[in-house]
């Protein structure tokens, strides 16, 4: 099992920023991908960004150029740096881990924190 536990959410004004932080905990070894996703009242959940094992990192397109997502492997951490907020920025953002590596054997299962929000409004 793998506990996600999302930080750094909250309200800021359009063109503000925010830094959003998720902590993984668990008996694992090694964690695979490592992403975030959000979704907004009445939308389907959309990626806002990846990065893999290896450091490789894809972002939504709605994103691209204003969020960086960086991970740090020996804390277990993935953090969204997020710029130059819109209000259609505004959503709960989930993070996300697709497969963890226990001793000797892994578990291609995807796991997802609770969710924090993010308001961007004026």
């Known amino acids: 099992q793998v506990q996600l536990v999302e930080s750094g959410g909250g309200l800021v004004q359009p063109g503000g920023s925010l830094r959003l932080s998720c902590a993984a905990s668990?008996?694992?070894?090694?964690?695979?991908?490592m992403g975030w996703y959000r979704q907004a009242p009445g939308t389907q959940r959309e990626l806002v960004a990846h990065?893999?094992?290896?450091?490789?990192?894809v972002y939504g397109d709605s994103v691209k150029g204003r969020f960086t997502i960086s991970r740090d492997d020996a804390k277990n951490t993935v953090v969204l740096q997020m710029n130059s907020l819109k209000p259609e920025d505004t959503a709960v953002y989930l993070c996300?881990?697709?497969?963890?590596?226990?001793?000797?054997?892994?578990?291609?299962?995807?796991?997802w924190g609770q969710g924090t929000q993010v308001t961007v409004s004026s």
């Open positions: 668990g008996s694992f070894v090694r964690l695979n991908g």
């Open positions: 990065v893999s094992r290896g450091g490789s990192s």
């Open positions: 996300s881990v697709n497969g963890v590596w226990y001793d000797g054997t892994f578990e291609n299962t995807h796991y």
